[in-house]
Structures are given as structure tokens and as C-alpha cells.
Nanobody, 127 residues
Framework: VQLQASGGGLVQVGESLKLSCNIS????????IGWFRQAPGKEREFVAV????????YYADSVKGRFTLFRDNAKNTVYLQMNSLKPEDTAVYYC?????????????????????WGQGTQVTVSS
């Protein structure tokens, strides 16, 4: 199982970035894909999640209305569109997969419940 995250970079306040997470190496009927981030000196925090078979993503309050998680089934890729970026969004962003047996939704906010992780991509928002 491999998750390849990409798309990070340095942007100005208010600008946008789109992160990608390509998933390969398994064919589960259903799984959850989550995005987390970790700033220096802080714990890894939940950003967004959705089940592959469910059309409803869930977001952290801090990014709701600015970030959108969506997928391209043909490419086995999940994206995190980040708009109106703020300096507090600066962090290393990780994608992760929760494989079957699936964790209940409330557990998907906890990074410890994920089975596979990408390598992370740095997002820096400069003021």
C-alpha cells in the first residue's frame, strides 16, 4: 500500500493550493481517506475525511468553508483544495487511509486509527 502526497508549496495569505494523494497497492471495497496536518511543536491534527463509498466529507471547524476534499476515481487520487489560506494553515500535510475493518466516524478524527500514511507535503503560508 502506497500513498503519495504532493502539491505543497509556499503561498501568500489568501491564495490557494491543491494537494493530491495518490493511492495504490490495494483494492478494498471501502475505506476512509483522511487529511491531517502537523505544525512544528504541535500534535498532528485532523483536517478532513471521507469514506471512499460515501459522498459526504467532514472537515475540521478551522478549515470548514475554505477546504474541499474530493476524489478522482479513475486516477485513485484524492485532493484537498485549500482556498483563502492563512498563516495558521502552515504545516506538513499528510494523507492517510483507514482500511477495513473501518473505524466509526468519530474515530476518524484521531490519527491513531489510520493504517497507512503518505510521506507528507509542506504547506507554508506567508503573510
Amino acid at each position: 500500500v502506497q500513498l503519495q502526497a504532493s502539491g505543497g508549496g509556499l503561498v501568500q495569505v489568501g491564495e490557494s493550493l491543491k494537494l493530491s494523494c495518490n493511492i495504490s497497492g490495494f483494492t478494498f471495497d471501502d475505506y476512509a481517506i483522511g487529511w491531517f496536518r502537523q505544525a512544528p511543536g504541535k500534535e498532528r491534527e485532523f483536517v478532513a475525511v471521507r469514506r471512499w463509498s460515501n459522498s459526504n466529507p467532514y472537515y475540521a471547524d478551522s478549515v470548514k468553508g475554505r477546504f474541499t476534499l474530493f476524489r478522482d476515481n479513475a486516477k485513485n487520487t484524492v485532493y484537498l483544495q485549500m482556498n483563502s489560506l492563512k498563516p495558521e494553515d502552515t504545516a506538513v500535510y499528510y494523507c492517510a487511509v483507514d482500511a477495513p475493518p473501518l473505524t466509526i466516524l468519530s474515530g476518524l478524527y484521531n490519527p491513531r486509527n489510520y493504517d497507512y500514511w503518505g510521506q507528507g507535503t509542506q504547506v507554508t503560508v506567508s503573510s
